[in-house]
T-cell receptor, first 112, second 113 residues
């Protein structure tokens, strides 16, 4: 079955870049997502990438995909205190039930 | 522009009580989901409904029942609440099929004493 692994915590200084890592196991073509959860709220989709892509950039966010190692990363440039949140990686097979598998989430703490 | 609405936002129950968590979406989505979120455990799927009229078990269905009342509404029922069901419950919806990300409600924080 699918499994998605993330480190649980990351602490960075304001203005630095943050890199949140994720590994997945599904060998079929898949969609990979990054969600952000702010305190007291639900998850919001940040960005996504399909498994035949290597990179996607969207303003301060860069997603890198290493298909060989099944490794996904989310880079946040110029990290701000408002970026403090839990970030979830999720994968979803492109066929079948379309039920995503979520990682446990990485708590990003941005300090001045 | 409500998206996914969950009620109630907070609830305290005693062991053995029953209650229903309500979820409604206004995006005309086909698929709806119920998750629970516990510290350090991420999101675990309880039940989902791929389309109106169908429901299926997820990873942790024991102690829960669901009803897909219509295309908009998907409720989660705890028949006899247990302290192990203390959690934050999230409802989500999606178009279903292909690249279709999920849209989440803000959650119901449930404590069972």
């Amino acid at each position: 079955g699918e499994d998605v692994e993330q480190s649980l915590f990351l602490s960075v200084r304001e203005g630095d870049s943050s890199v949140i890592n994720c590994t997945y196991t599904d060998s079929s073509s898949t969609y990979l997502y990054w969600y952000k959860q702010e305190p007291g709220a639900g998850l919001q989709l940040l960005t996504y990438i399909f498994s035949n892509m290597d990179m996607k950039q969207d303003q301060r966010l860069t997603v890198l995909l290493n298909k060989k190692d099944k490794h996904l990363s989310l880079r946040i440039a110029d990290t701000q205190t408002g970026d403090s949140a839990i970030y979830f990686c999720a994968e979803c097979p492109s066929g079948g039930s379309y039920i995503p598998t979520f990682g446990r989430g990485t708590s990003l703490i941005v300090h001045p | 522009n409500a998206g996914v609405t969950q009620t109630p936002k907070f609830q305290v129950l005693k062991t053995g009580q029953s209650m229903t968590l309500q979820c409604a979406q206004d995006m005309n989505h086909n698929s709806m989901y119920w998750y629970r979120q516990d510290p350090g455990m991420g999101l675990r799927l309880i039940y989902y409904s791929a389309s109106e009229g169908t429901t299926d078990k997820g990873e942790v269905p024991n102690g829960y029942n669901v009803s897909r009342l219509n295309k908009r509404e998907f409720s989660l029922r705890l028949e006899s609440a247990a302290p192990s069901q203390t959690s934050v419950y999230f409802c989500a919806s999606s178009e279903g099929g292909g690249f279709q990300p999920q849209h989440f409600g803000d959650g119901t924080r449930l404590s069972i004493l």
